[in-house]
């Protein structure tokens, strides 16, 4: 089941993001005394980074790690490592407060399967195993893109049916090509997968993936999992 939340617009659909971000890693320490979060790529959520930084007080304890990388330098403008060292890292810096662990994909740019299982076994190692016995993100936070992709799992994509490895490479359809993806798995595994969209041309991508799951429209695929999965999107993108 998809719990959906309708913002005014993509500001407020940020901040509202920044809060379930927050609520997530304030119980997670307070229930586990850690909190694990997967962050998303992409230009939508770097709204939400720079908000995110004004709702958590201190970031010890909270391990961030990426849904998806691009394979690319991790300080390439297209880098999910770069966006989030620009945005949230950079507004923690700037009120001198203390980072959280960030968990980039290293080595994505030279050996993407090296990259994803080495990034697959640092998840194994560090994160908790939920009921599945699969890692348990405490949230993961996710895009959808206008043809229903999120994270790196594109439309079709035979990663789709991985069902063993937490971490994959793959090629996608959208620049960069080339990238790294957790996988189904480890995506459903979340105790809470938020996936935040805005504007008119992610409304047939939203209306696709409440439709079913199918392996056309991967963020379909997200719901059924161990925990619960929320879309916060704006009006123009949201269901009429
Ligand atoms: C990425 C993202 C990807 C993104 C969607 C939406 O690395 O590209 O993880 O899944 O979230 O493509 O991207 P926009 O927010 O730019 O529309």
Known sequence: MIEITVTEDAEEAARTCAERLAEAIDEARADRGAAHVALAGGRTPGRTYELLGEHVDDWRAVHLWFGDERCVPLDDPDSNHRLVTATLLAALAARGMDPPLVH????????????????????????????????????ALLGLGEDGHTASLFPDDPALDERERLCVPVHGTKPP???VSLTLPVLRAARRAVLLTAGAGKAWAVGAMLSGPSNRVPASLLADGDG???LIADRTAAPA
């Open 177 to 179: 090509f080339d990238r």
């Open 228 to 230: 619960t999965v929320e």
């Open 104 to 139: 980039a994909v290293a080595g994505a740019a030279g050996e993407p399967a090296a990259a994803a299982a080495d990034y697959e076994r640092a998840l194994r190692q560090e994160v908790p195993a939920g009921p599945s016995g699969v890692p348990a993100l405490d949230v």
